[in-house]
């Protein structure tokens, strides 16, 4: 778990950290399948944030 049960964190990945997130993953069985979003989602989590990171 990432932060505290009260809190939420999303990560969005972008440029090479994308390439981890490739379309049609075959993942074993209990990871995560990170296939890639949207700039509107992107958007939408930018607005929600009380925060946002960049590095």
């Not at 969005?12 to 993942?27: E, N, P």
Request: proline share 2%; net charge negative.
């Amino acid at each position: 778990m990432i932060g505290r049960e009260d809190q939420e964190v999303r990560l969005f990945l972008q440029g090479d950290a994308a390439l981890c997130a490739k379309s049609g993953q075959d993942v074993p069985k209990g990871y995560y399948n990170l296939e890639r979003s949207t700039l509107e989602e992107l958007t939408d989590w930018t607005v929600w944030a009380d925060k946002v990171l960049v590095f």
